[in-house]
């Protein structure tokens, strides 16, 4: 399969509509003056934001549309790179991020290590990786595993588009690997997922309640998970 060329297409037919809330969960901890790599930009909606926070936005994909994208919201540093097959481009360790972010991109990489180790590359000691996935610990998986199902569903950590699954313990695991620290997790709830929860949830107090635990359970309740990782000094590792 030519992922290029899928990714292509993917990106020039899908539109805008993005769950704004998922990507503040970001945005607010990042600081005007920082240099800011995000690794498999998608539609640049996600840098836009960064970029208008006054930050120093790199950004890296592997289709070409997606990088058109980003040039059309004002992104000037944008790379091609296929983080599955490809490391990052070597200028990038003589002049090292602040921080790194990947959003609701690793579970569609076929090595989502890579994301992680080239990431760490290219931090500064004390830098901030920031990753977002999806929660296949999401207490309706572990539910539906306990009979037996394992369902795939569009808009849900099964996605067809997902290449690996991912909970709270393997994401900080594989972070360690590297020399990242897991220093924070955080949940968001993903309520408008129609395939995990009813119409019930959106209604108050449900959705309150709903969103109270996510905040307290985020392995449990999140459909999305935040890691906040920090590199540790070289001699650290």
């Known amino acids: 399969m030519d992922l290029e060329k899928f990714y292509d297409e993917y990106w020039t037919n899908i539109g805008e509509t993005v769950d704004h809330s998922r990507l503040n969960m970001i945005v607010r901890r990042i600081e005007s003056g920082k240099k800011v790599l995000e690794i498999n930009c ?33 992104i000037k540093k944008t790379f091609k790179v296929d ?28 090595f989502p290590e890579n994301t992680l180790r080239e990431g760490a590359k290219v931090l500064k000691d004390g830098g901030k990786f920031f990753a977002m996935v999806s929660n296949i ?3 309706k998986f572990r539910l539906w595993l306990l009979f037996g199902r394992f369902p795939y569903l569009e808009g849900t950590p099964t996605d067809m588009l997902h290449l690996r699954f991912l909970t709270v313990h ?25 395939s995990l ?29 935040l890691i906040t990782f920090e590199k540790k000094k070289e001699s650290q590792i």
């Open 137 to 139: 610990g999401h207490w």
């Open 42 to 74: 998608g539609l640049s909606i996600l840098a836009e934001k960064i970029a208008k926070k006054g930050a120093d936005i790199t950004v890296t994909d592997l289709s070409n549309i997606a990088l058109e994208r980003a040039r059309s919201k004002g």
């Open 170 to 194: 393997s994401l900080k695991e594989l972070g360690k690997k590297f020399g990242l620290e897991p220093e924070k997790v955080e949940g968001h709830p993903g309520l408008w997922a129609g």
């Open 83 to 110: 983080i599955d097959t490809q490391p990052l481009p070597s200028s990038f360790e003589s002049s090292k991020f602040d921080i790194i972010v990947s959003s609701s991109m690793i579970e569609h990489c076929f």
């Open 197 to 225: 929860y009813s119409k019930l949830f959106v209604i108050p107090p449900v959705k309150q309640i709903y969103e109270l635990l996510t905040m307290i359970y985020p392995s449990l309740f999140s459909r999305y998970m």
